[in-house]
């Protein structure tokens, strides 16, 4: 449960996608005078040391901002992120890098608050102690706080249960971080239904999910799952440095972000090239953005779990006639099973679930009658059709509602 270290991983690529995007949405937050609070789910150690231990044996770092760290040429939204790093390390070499905790204290103000929930033992113990020393490296300074009340408050506890208590936050302003180490594959589950609480509680928070793209089935179907989530609008962004290999490395990493603001996405188009061309490390390096409101029912199935538009299902009823789920094909007739084999018209439109598109009509059908002489007089009374088409039951029942996640905690 908790084998799980971020400083193996702290200051690579997918950190500096993350963080740079969580900069933007704080400066956003900044603009109105109105406090906020700032929820980290999985908030790690706070401050990682390159050059020592964890982040020294893997060295990730260099893919990440060890790239970024001597550039001059660093687009203006991204320079204010490349700023934060340089004030860590004010000798001129690179040897610290801040997590998302203290990013967030450095963009924060004074007014806003922050609640970091870490359950890791070491890691809630480091987080504790780091902003202790930012404090008192506060107060040497001469700082003294503008406003009553404690800033930042830490937790060792599971982030994923206690968001619930947080929401929603008093002054009805709040960004909530939520970046699990996905190595148990229910995190996907538990983001996913984390935030549908937390919608159902705070509908007009801001979210920023991080996930890792990854072969398992997981990981390529989690950000068009957050699609259908009830937010006002969604905004997917992803970041890969290289063709996917067999050893397995990271390669890609995402930020979905409910509740975006509209300065975000110009800003991310600005920024996403340079850092294709910088991180990249073969012609596999791209990235994608996104941005939509929720797809539920019918319109969600109209697409795969990469966005694009499925293909719909052609019969050769009529020119142009799309088969329906569930219904013969051509040449063949459904026969109700307490109805004679009069003549069917179809005329019923997609049902919610099925391939075709919603509205779409399967107009063509056939119409049978019995020679005249079979059909006693009058025994059909006037302007009266025998029904047909497909008995109800054929219809697709409809998706099983999603059982309860069940909380659990990672780093």
């Not at 004010?90 to 963009?107: D, H, N, T, W």
């Not at 991310?268 to 390096?285: H, K, S, W």
């Not at 009529?318 to 005329?347: H, M, Y």
């Amino acid at each position: 449960m908790f084998s799980y270290r971020h400083a193996f991983h702290a200051g690579n690529h997918a950190d500096v996608l993350k963080h740079f995007v969580l900069v933007q949405l704080l400066e956003y937050l900044n603009q109105k005078d109105t406090p906020y609070t700032y929820i980290d789910t999985h908030s790690g150690a706070g401050v990682y040391t390159l050059d020592e231990k964890f982040a020294a044996k893997t060295a990730e770092y260099t893919t990440g901002i060890g790239k970024l760290w001597t550039r001059d040429d660093i687009p203006a939204p991204l320079q204010a992120f490349a700023d934060i790093i340089h004030e860590m390390n004010p000798s001129g070499k690179l040897r610290y890098y801040p997590g998302s905790p203290f990013i967030a204290e450095r963009v924060a103000r004074d007014e806003d608050r922050l609640r970091l929930f870490e359950m890791h033992p070491a890691d809630a113990k480091l987080l504790a102690d780091n902003f202790r020393e930012l404090d008192a490296h506060k107060a040497a300074q001469g700082y003294r706080p503008t406003v009553r009340g404690k800033r930042v408050i830490i937790e060792r506890s599971d982030g994923f249960a206690s968001l619930k208590a947080l929401l929603p936050p008093p002054s009805r302003r709040a960004l909530v971080l939520i970046d699990p180490p996905y190595e148990d594959k229910n995190d996907y589950r538990y983001v996913a239904d984390m935030l549908k609480d937390s919608l159902g509680r705070f509908p007009a928070g801001v979210y920023a999910v991080w996930y890792p793209i990854l072969q398992r089935i997981e990981s390529r179907q989690f950000a068009d799952k957050l699609k259908r989530l009830p937010c006002k609008e969604w905004l997917n962004v992803s970041l890969t440095t290289r063709t996917p290999g067999p050893d397995g490395a990271l390669h890609s990493s995402g930020m979905f972000i409910l509740n975006p603001p509209y300065t975000l996405e110009p800003l991310l188009r600005e920024v996403m090239p340079y850092l294709v061309q910088l991180l990249g490390t073969d012609a596999g390096a791209t990235f994608v953005i996104q941005k939509g409101a929720p797809v539920t029912g019918a319109a969600h199935e109209r697409f795969t779990a990469e966005g694009k538009a499925r293909t719909p299902v052609h019969s050769p009823i009529g020119k142009g006639s799309l088969r329906v789920r569930g219904q013969a094909p051509a040449g063949e007739e459904r026969k109700p099973a307490s109805a004679p084999n009069t003549g069917t018209r179809s005329g019923s439109r997609a049902a919610s679930g099925g391939d075709a598109t919603t509205g779409a009509r399967a107009d063509a059908g056939r119409r049978t009658s019995r020679p005249a002489g079979d059909r006693p007089a009058g025994d059909r009374p006037a302007n009266s059709r025998a029904a047909g088409g497909r008995p109800s039951g054929d219809r697709p029942a409809g998706a099983g509602a999603r059982g309860p996640a069940k909380p659990r905690r990672s780093s």
